[in-house]
C-alpha cells in the first residue's frame, strides 16, 4: 500500500471492475524490482509497464523478469537444484514402498534406480560441502 501509494496513486483510486488492481504480490515483485536490485532502468521500466498498466499477474511477470532482475548465481542454483533432487527422490522412493497403485515389481524397478540417483545425489552434496 505505501509503496503504491507513494509510486503510483493513481492504482489506488482504481474500481477494481473497469481497471483492475494488482495483487500485493505482484506489486511487491515490482518494489522489491524498483528497490532492491541492480536491473537496468529500462527492465525496471518494463515490469512497472507489466504491472500496473497491463494488468498482469506475479506468476506471468516472475517468469519474464525474475532472471534478469534477480539473477542467481549459478553455484547457489546448483545446490538449490540438488536439495529440491534429494527430497523428490526421497520422497517418491518413500511412496513407491507405502502404495499399492504401482505393481510391486515395477515399483521394486524404480526404487532400486530412485537408489542409485540418491546415491549420486548424496555424493554430489557430499562434494560440495
Avoid: C, M
Avoid at 541492480?38 to 527492465?43: G, I, L, N, V
Wanted: aromatic content about 4%.
Amino acid at each position: 500500500f505505501l509503496f503504491l501509494k507513494k509510486r503510483a496513486p493513481e492504482v489506488l483510486t482504481r474500481d477494481g471492475l473497469s481497471n483492475t488492481i494488482p495483487s500485493y504480490q505482484v506489486v511487491d515483485f515490482l518494489r522489491r524490482a524498483e528497490t532492491e536490485s541492480d536491473a537496468p532502468e529500462s527492465t525496471v521500466e518494463q515490469i512497472r509497464k507489466r504491472v500496473l498498466e497491463e494488468g498482469a499477474g506475479l506468476p506471468s511477470v516472475v517468469r519474464e523478469f525474475k532472471d534478469s532482475v534477480f539473477p542467481v548465481d549459478p553455484g547457489q542454483k546448483k545446490e538449490r537444484d540438488l536439495a529440491a533432487l534429494l527430497n523428490v527422490a526421497k520422497r517418491l522412493r518413500e511412496l513407491l514402498e507405502e502404495t499399492d497403485v504401482v505393481p510391486h515389481k515395477l515399483a521394486g524397478e524404480v526404487g532400486k534406480t530412485l537408489d542409485r540417483l540418491l546415491e549420486t545425489l548424496r555424493s554430489a552434496a557430499e562434494r560440495a560441502a
